[in-house]
C-alpha cells in the first residue's frame, strides 16, 4: 500500500537487474504450543540489542466471502489505527518516538503483524503488539478514511503495467478460487463492506489457536514468557472454521487476456495452474524452475530473451506454491514490437525443458546453488524471522535446513524432465498481454 | 598506527552507552587499491563488494549512459574466464551477484558462505583489467538497457516527473541527467566510448573493496593483495569539478502522460552530508516525513486526506550539493494545487516555528535505531561503509550519528528558513491525461 512513498531510493540507483531477495531461512529455534494455543517459536540471538516479533494469524484473504473481497486485509489495515484506549496517532507515535516499527497487512493466507524494536523497548513493543491485536476499536471514522486510502492505491495501480498484468493472470488462472482475488479488494467491494463485518470477522479469526508467533534476537526463555503472560494470555482460544475453497481446475483452452494501454512496453504473463506447498515434487520443480527462468542470470530463459537476443530486461519464470493452491508464470516486458518475439522464445523454452533432458551440468549447478545458498536465506534476524514463520504456516519442521538439502540433492534428470512433463503446459494456458496492441500485432 | 585506531574506538565506547563506532580496518595497497573489512560473526556469511569511483557525473552530455552500461557489460566475460562464466561460478557456489550504479560509483557485490571468499575475490580481480568488449556485445546489451529505461522510466510517470526534475533543477552541473541515460544517446551509442570508459576508470587506484562478514581480515586481506596486489595502478583520474550555478527564482514544469492520479515533485537545492548543516537537514525530513507520526502524513494524508502519500528527504549523499525533495501523489479527485499548497504551509510552519523537542528527539531515536537495525545485514553495513566512503570517507558514518545528537529544534527552524526557498526550488506536475489521447 505504501509502495510509491519514498520511490526515490530506488530511483536513484539502477540495477544491472532486479534485485530479488532470497528469504527462507531454518533450523535453530525452539517451538512450543502455548496454553491458549499460540504457537510460539524462539530463537534468541544477542549479537544485537534488537528484538524482531512475526505474528502470522490465519486471517488472509482466504478466509473471506468471496462478495466481500479486501475484508481480511482492510480488518488487518485497521489493526494500528485506533485501539480501546488508543489513537492511531498514539500508536504510531509511541512507536516511532523510540525508533520503532509495528506494522500490519494483508495477504491471501495469513495476515501478518511484525515489530522490530531496540532491546531496551520491548516492553512497549509487546504492550503496543496486543493492543493493537486483541482490542483494535474499527472506528467508523478509521474505516472511512483507510477504504478511501486503499481505493486510491487500486487507483494508482491501475498506471502500473506489471500489476495489471499480474491481476489479469491471477483472476484468469484461479478463477472462483480466492487466490484469483486481489487481496485489497475492489473499489466496488470496499463500500459493500460494514464495520459489523470487521467486528465479527475479526472476531472469528484473530484467535489464538490460529496464530503463529516467531520472536528473534535479544531475549530470553524467561524474558519472552514474562512478556507473553502479560500481554498475551488473556487472548482466548475458539473454535474456527475449517476452510473449504473451490479446487481451481485448468481451462480446457488457451486464454488470451489483451489489455490495451499506451505503453512502451508490452508486459507479458504466460502461465497456468501450479503446485500447492505440500506436493512432493516441489523440489524437482524447485531445480527444475531454476533451470527454466528462476535462476536469475543462469536460467535459460534470461540466456536467450536477454543475453542472446537483448528482448528484454527482466525475464523470469516462478512457480508460486501457497497452502491451498498454486501457479506457474514466466514473465517479462519488452518493447511492443518485439511481443511475438519474445512469447514465442518462451513457448520454445518450456517446451525445450519439457521435451528434453537437462544437461548434467544443468543439473548440477542448479542444486548446488539452492543448497549452497541456504545460509544466506537465515543471515540476519529479520530473515530468520520469516523463514521460521513460513516453516511452522507449511509445515515444514525445525529440520528443514537439513532435509531441504536432502530433498534438493535427491532430485535426478529424469525427476527434471518428468516434473516439466507434468506440470508446464503449453496447450492449456493463460497469456495475459498489457502494452499497445496496435504496435504489438499478436499472433495469439 | 592501528593501535591508535582501536584506542579511538575504545574511548567511544567508554562514553557513549550504546556502541557505535565502527570496527572497520583499513588498508591500502601499493597500487592504490583501498580495503575496508569490518569482520561481523553472526552468521557465517559474508559479502564482497568492489566500489568504482566513477559513476553519470564523470560523463558528457551525449553519451550519458556509460557507467550503467559498462556495469552490465562487467558481467559478460573476461579473457580469463569465457562468456557468461561470472554468475555462474558465483551461483554454483551457491551466491548471489549483482551490482548498482549511481551519480557517484559503480559497485559489484557477491554475498555467500564466508568460506567462499576466495571466489569473488579472484573473479572481481580479473574483470578489473580483462573483460572482453566486442562491438556485437555491447549493442545488444545497449537493447537491454533500453528496455530497461523502458521499464523504469517510459512507462512509469512518476519516475519521469523525478528524472525532469533533476535535469530542471540542475543547469549546467552533470546531476542533471539520468544514470540510466537518455534514450537517445543510448540509440547513438559508439562503443568506442565504452571501452575508453572502462580503460579510464576501472583501476586499483579508483576503486575501494569492502567486505563484511564472519571473515577473519588479515586472510582477507592476504588473499586481496594476491589476487589485485599485481595490478599496476592506473593514470591519476582527474575529478569531476563542476559547480552549479546559483539558481535565482523558482523553476517550475509539468509532465502530461497516460497516468491515474496527479504527483508533484519539488527539489530544493541543499549542501551535501560533508557540510555542517546537513545534520539538520536529515532532523528536519525525518521530522516532516518519517513514519505515520511525521507532520506530512498527519497532515495531507491522515487530517485532509488529500494525498494518498507524501514524503520528504534530504538527499545529502553527494559528493556536490544536492537535494531537499518533498513529493506527494494527490488522492483521486483532489487538486494538486491544494496538496502543493499543504505541504509549503508545512514547510512555511516549521520555518516559523521550532519543532517540539519531543519530534526532534524522534527524530534523533529513529536515525539511531535504524542505524542499529541496519546492522542486522551485513549487505547494508557494507552499502553504508561504501556509500560514506564515496562521499568523503566512511568515518563521516561515525561522526554522522554525533552529528545527529547535536541537532537543536532551532538548528531545524533555521535550515528550514535557510534552505527551504522558493526561488532555489524546482517544481513538476504530473498531469494525468487519458490513455490514447495525448
Redesign the interface.
Known amino acids: 500500500m505504501m509502495k510509491k512513498m519514498r520511490p526515490l531510493i530506488l530511483l536513484l540507483i539502477c540495477s544491472i537487474t532486479l534485485f530479488i531477495p532470497l528469504s527462507y531461512a531454518g533450523g535453530i529455534a525452539d517451538r512450543e504450543v502455548l496454553a491458549n494455543g499460540i504457537t510460539l517459536l524462539h530463537a534468541e540471538k544477542t549479537g544485537l540489542p534488537l528484538v524482531t516479533v512475526v505474528i502470522a494469524v490465519k486471517a488472509g484473504s482466504i478466509a473471506e466471502p468471496a462478495e466481500k473481497s479486501g475484508l481480511a486485509n482492510l480488518t488487518a489495515d485497521l489493526l494500528n489505527e485506533g485501539t480501546k484506549t488508543r489513537s492511531s496517532k498514539e500508536i504510531s507515535d509511541a512507536i516511532e518516538f523510540v525508533g520503532g516499527s509495528l506494522d500490519a497487512s494483508g495477504g491471501t493466507d495469513y495476515v501478518t503483524v511484525s515489530l522490530s524494536v531496540l532491546k531496551k523497548d520491548v516492553g512497549l513493543g509487546f504492550d503496543l503488539l496486543s493492543d493493537i491485536i486483541l482490542n483494535p476499536a474499527f472506528s467508523e471514522a478509521e474505516i472511512q478514511r483507510r477504504k478511501t486510502s486503499i481505493k486510491n492505491s487500486i487507483i494508482q495501480q491501475k498506471e502500473e503495467p506489471g500489476i495489471i498484468a499480474a491481476k489479469a493472470f491471477a483472476e484468469a488462472v484461479f478463477g472462483k478460487n480466492p487466490y484469483g482475488r486481489p487481496v485489497e479488494g475492489t473499489e466496488v467491494s470496499l463500500d459493500r463492506i460494514t464495520r459489523e463485518e470487521i467486528i465479527t470477522f475479526h472476531q472469528e479469526h484473530y484467535l489464538p489457536n490460529e496464530t503463529i508467533m516467531t520472536v528473534v534476537g535479544d531475549i530470553s526463555k524467561g524474558e519472552l514468557h514474562a512478556l507473553l503472560d502479560r500481554y498475551f494470555m488473556n487472548w482466548q482460544r475458539r473454535e474456527c472454521k475449517e476452510l473449504s475453497l473451490p479446487e481451481p481446475a485448468f481451462g480446457e483452452k488457451p486464454q488470451v487476456v489483451k489489455i490495451q494501454k499506451t505503453l512502451a512496453q508490452a508486459n507479458i504473463i504466460l502461465g497456468h495452474l501450479g503446485i500447492k506447498r505440500d506436493n512432493p515434487d516441489y523440489y524437482a520443480v524447485s531445480v527444475m524452475n531454476y533451470i527454466l527462468g528462476g535462476g536469475g542470470f543462469v536460467s535459460r530463459l534470461m540466456d536467450n530473451i536477454r543475453d542472446n537476443k537483448g528482448l528484454a530486461y527482466d525475464v523470469h519464470s516462478s512457480f508460486s506454491a501457497s497452502k491451498y493452491a498454486g501457479s506457474f508464470q514466466a514473465g517479462l516486458q519488452t518493447k511492443n514490437e518485439s511481443a511475438n518475439t519474445a512469447i514465442g522464445e518462451i513457448f520454445k523454452e518450456i517446451e525445450r525443458i519439457r521435451t528434453e533432458p537437462v544437461s548434467d551440468r544443468e543439473l548440477n549447478d542448479a542444486k548446488s546453488y539452492l543448497t549452497g545458498s541456504f545460509p544466506l536465506r537465515i543471515d540476519s534476524n529479520k530473515k530468520i524471522a520469516g523463514f521460521l514463520t513460513a516453516v511452522e504456516y507449511y509445515g515444514l519442521g525445525l529440520d528443514y535446513v537439513d532435509n531441504y538439502r536432502k530433498l534438493i540433492e535427491a532430485v535426478s534428470k529424469d525427476d527434471v524432465l518428468r516434473v516439466a512433463g507434468k506440470y508446464l503446459n503449453t496447450n492449456s494456458y493463460v497469456l495475459v498481454v498489457v502494452g499497445d496492441l496496435e504496435k504489438a500485432a499478436l499472433k495469439y | 598506527m592501528k593501535i591508535l585506531r582501536l584506542l579511538i574506538v575504545f574511548v567511544v565506547l567508554l562514553f557513549h552507552v550504546?556502541a557505535y563506532a565502527l570496527d572497520v580496518a583499513e588498508y591500502t595497497l601499493k597500487n592504490g587499491l583501498k580495503v575496508l573489512i569490518l569482520e561481523d560473526?553472526?552468521?557465517?556469511?559474508a559479502t564482497f563488494q568492489i566500489w568504482y569511483r566513477v559513476g553519470s557525473r564523470d560523463e558528457d552530455i551525449g553519451k550519458t549512459g556509460l557507467s550503467?552500461l559498462l556495469?552490465?557489460m562487467m558481467?559478460k566475460g573476461t579473457k580469463t574466464h569465457g562468456p557468461?562464466t561470472f554468475?555462474?561460478a558465483i551461483?554454483?557456489?551457491?551466491?548471489?551477484d549483482?551490482?548498482?550504479?549511481?551519480?557517484e560509483y559503480t559497485g559489484y557485490f557477491e554475498?555467500?558462505?564466508s568460506d567462499r571468499m576466495g571466489l569473488p575475490i579472484e573473479l572481481e580481480a580479473d574483470r578489473m583489467r580483462n573483460l572482453v568488449l566486442t562491438k556485437e556485445a555491447v549493442?545488444?546489451?545497449?537493447?537491454?538497457?533500453?528496455?530497461?529505461r523502458?521499464?523504469?522510466y517510459?512507462?512509469?510517470?512518476?519516475?519521469l516527473v523525478?528524472?525532469e526534475a533533476m535535469a530542471v533543477a540542475f543547469m549546467n552541473h552533470p546531476y542533471r541527467w539520468p544514470?540510466?541515460g537518455w534514450m537517445s544517446d543510448l540509440r547513438d551509442l559508439n562503443p568506442e566510448d565504452l571501452i575508453n570508459h572502462y580503460r579510464t576508470y576501472y583501476a586499483p587506484n579508483n576503486a575501494v573493496i569492502i567486505v563484511v562478514g564472519d571473515v577473519r581480515k588479515e586472510e582477507i586481506l592476504s588473499k586481496v593483495t594476491d589476487a589485485f596486489g599485481d595490478i599496476p595502478a592506473g593514470p591519476l583520474i582527474k575529478a569531476v569539478k563542476i559547480e552549479e550555478e546559483e539558481q535565482r527564482g523558482e523553476r517550475r514544469f509539468y509532465v502530461k502522460k497516460?497516468?491515474?492520479?496527479p504527483f508533484i515533485i519539488s527539489a530544493y537545492k541543499v549542501p551535501d552530508i560533508k557540510h555542517a548543516d546537513s545534520f539538520a537537514l536529515e532532523v528536519l525530513g525525518s521530522i516532516l516525513?518519517?513514519?505515520?507520526?511525521?507532520r506530512l502524513y498527519?497532515k495531507l494524508?491522515?487530517e485532509q486526506?488529500i494525498a494518498?502519500?507524501a514524503?520528504a528527504?534530504y538527499?545529502g549523499f553527494h559528493k556536490d550539493p544536492f537535494l531537499f525533495?518533498t513529493g506527494a501523489?494527490a488522492?483521486?479527485g483532489k487538486n494538486i494545487e491544494d496538496v502543493e499548497k499543504a505541504i509549503n504551509d508545512e514547510i512555511e510552519k516549521i520555518k516559523k516555528t521550532p519543532p517540539s523537542d519531543?519530534e526532534v528527539?524522534?527524530a534523533k531515536?529513529?536515525?539511531?535505531?535504524?542505524f542499529?537495525?541496519g546492522?542486522?545485514?551485513?549487505y547494508m553495513q557494507a552499502r553504508m561503509i561504501g556509500s560514506f566512503e564515496m562521499i568523503g570517507g566512511w568515518r563521516l558514518w561515525e561522526r554522522y550519528l554525533e552529528g545527529i545528537r547535536k541537532v537543536s529544534p532551532e538548528d531545524v527552524r533555521r535550515v528550514a528558513e535557510k534552505y527551504l526557498v522558493s526561488d532555489a526550488r524546482t517544481t513538476g506536475i504530473l498531469i494525468?491525461v487519458r490513455?490514447?489521447k495525448?
Open positions: 550504546h560473526h553472526k552468521a557465517p556469511t550503467h556495469e552490465h558481467f557468461k554468475s555462474q551461483q554454483r557456489a551457491g551466491g548471489t549483482n551490482a548498482f550504479t549511481s551519480k554475498l555467500l558462505a549493442l545488444s546489451e545497449r537493447d537491454v538497457v533500453m528496455e530497461e523502458r521499464l523504469r517510459e512507462d512509469d510517470p512518476q519516475s523525478y528524472e544514470v540510466i497516460e497516468a491515474e492520479l516525513s518519517e513514519g505515520k507520526s511525521s498527519q494524508v491522515y486526506q494518498l502519500s514524503w528527504s538527499e525533495l501523489t488522492a483521486s519531543r528527539q524522534r531515536n529513529q536515525i539511531e535505531a535504524s542499529i537495525m546492522q542486522d545485514s551485513i494525468p490513455d490514447g495525448k
